[in-house]
Each structure stands twice: as C-alpha cells, then as structure tokens.
C-alpha cells in the first residue's frame, strides 16, 4: 500500500473521524485546529497535530500544502472560515481540495471558490440511509463522476449464473467489478465466475442502466 499524506483542517467530530481513520489506515496524517483542546485530545492518534488558524495564510503556507497528496476542510459551521480556508489552500497550490459544507449554498460558494469536491456529512448520509431503505437489496453506493454509480448490492435469483451467462455488460452496460462471498473477495471476475444468491456484488454503471438492472430485478 503506498503511503499517502493528509492534511485535515478542522478536528471537530467529522475531521477527528476523517483523520484519525486514515491514520489507523497507514496513512500520515496532519491535523490543523486552533482549538488547544481539541489538538491535545487527537495529537496521540494522528502523524501530528497543530495548534494554528487555517484562515491564516502564513500558517497554511508553513504547512506546505503542495506537499499532500490531499487537504480536507473539515471545519463546521463557520461560513467565513470554511471558504477562505479552501480559497487560500487553492491559491498556494493544494492539489486536491475536500471541503465539508453545511447546506446546499454553502456547497455552491466552495465550489465556486475552487473545491475540487464538496460533502455535506448529514446530507449525504440521509440519502444513503433513504438508498437503503427504498431498496433492500442494495447495501452502498456512491457516485462516481456525473454520471455514474458504484453500487453495492446482495445477488438475487435472476442474478444467479455465470456473468457470461447474465451478460450485465451487454445487457445493461453494467460491470461487475468485485464479489464477496463468506468473507472471500474475488476482484475482476471472469466471465466463467459464476453468481450465487447472497453474494456481494460491487457494480459500476450509468445511473441509467443501474436503474434498468433494479427494474428488472423486481
């Protein structure tokens, strides 16, 4: 696993959990907050953690921003903050720039101020729960560029067979690209692997043709 390095501003409840599972994952992990508090209480779990306001633009460039392979903004309700954070890591270079918005317009204003991409943690964890609710079947999915799925979901009787035999791909224009099955992943099946009931299936498609697939499903 190559080693990557992060710096995540903000080390409230959502950049703490963002930080300090990309440690425990083997990554370096910097955490900038001006809280003192805050600092101490995560400085044990991360590569390092320091006292600094983000909004800062000597402290952000002391930092080296171009140095990490990603940045997030985690920080929460202050607006002004938020944005002039992910304005100033843009400007100094920062190669890939996550920023956490509140609502909607806040999402807006960091896209438009350079955020490579915007989460809105609430938001899109009552979408996804709603996914889960609407169709049993599907465990996860997340979006993949404008126009695409990946989603993750348990195999049904009509999905039973070889994939040669399913044709997803020609079918559908869908790719089965995982399956795990009693703890054991098969990554890239081939053709000939064939598809049980309960099986795990990891799936990449067009919304479009995921929603073909669920339709014919049912």
């Avoid at 930080?19 to 990554?27: D, I, K, V, Y």
């Avoid at 991360?46 to 000597?58: K, L, P, R, S």
């Avoid at 559908?172 to 099955?181: D, G, K, P, S, T």
């Amino acid at each position: 696993m190559k080693v990557r390095q992060y710096l995540v501003i903000g080390a409230g409840r959502f950049g703490t959990a963002v930080s300090t599972t990309l440690h425990a994952s083997g990554h370096e992990v910097v955490v900038v907050d001006r809280n003192e508090d805050l600092i101490e209480s995560i400085m044990h779990r991360v590569t390092h953690a320091v006292i600094a306001d983000a909004t800062d633009e000597g402290a952000l460039r002391s930092l080296g921003v171009r140095n990490f392979d990603a940045v997030v903004v985690a920080i929460g309700v202050n607006f002004q903050a938020n944005v002039l954070a992910t304005t100033l890591l843009k400007s100094m270079g920062a190669k890939h720039v996550v920023s956490k918005a509140a609502d909607k317009l806040t999402a807006e204003v960091l896209m438009r101020v350079g955020a490579d991409r915007v989460v809105r943690p609430e938001h899109d964890m009552g979408v996804q729960l709603a996914k889960q609710f609407a169709e049993p079947t599907v465990l996860d999915a997340f979006d993949f560029g404008a126009e695409h799925e990946v989603v993750e979901m348990i195999a049904q009787k009509p999905l039973e067979g070889s994939l040669r035999s399913l044709e997803l791909s020609g079918r559908f224009r869908i790719h089965v690209i995982a399956v795990e099955r009693h703890n054991q992943v098969e990554l890239n099946p081939t053709a000939d692997y064939e598809i049980r009931p309960g099986d795990k299936l990891v799936l990449i498609g067009s919304r479009e043709s995921l929603n073909r697939l669920r339709s014919w499903l049912d």
